[in-house]
């Protein structure tokens, strides 16, 4: 069982930065792939960025370049910092666990979400 906090969400201008943050509970953090998916108003929740428990990442097209995926096992978080974010990055922010970055969309443990909303 994973239980999964994210943080760091806010208002912010375009052309500017967030960091999210997803704490994770349990002492197994370290064996689970872990993504970062978006679900804007009005629209079906995407993929955003996956991150293997070894270090291999994915991105999606539209954040490749401006946002970084990571993780820290020894702290069990999280983390994805957003660079030059602009109004179409504006959506609630979910973190997920699962086994494997390639099947990270069927996630068996989901996050609250965190309101990411990005102003022109």
């Known amino acids: 069982q994973v239980q999964l906090v994210e943080s760091g969400g806010g208002l912010v201008q375009a052309g500017g930065s967030l960091r999210l943050s997803c704490a994770a509970s349990g002492r197994t953090f370290s064996r689970y792939a872990m993504g970062w998916f978006r679900q804007a108003p009005g629209k079906e929740r995407e993929f955003v960025s996956a991150?293997?428990?070894?270090?291999?990442?994915d991105y999606a097209d539209s954040v490749k370049g401006r946002f970084t995926i990571s993780r820290d096992n020894a702290e069990n978080t999280l983390y994805l910092q957003m660079n030059s974010l602009n109004p179409e990055d504006t959506a609630v922010y979910y973190c997920?666990?699962?086994?494997?970055?390639?099947?990270?969309?069927?996630?068996?443990?989901w996050g609250q979400g965190t309101q990411v909303t990005v102003s022109s």
């Open positions: 997920a666990a699962g086994p494997s970055i390639v099947t990270i969309s069927r996630a068996a443990y």
């Open positions: 991150i293997s428990w070894n270090g291999i990442t």
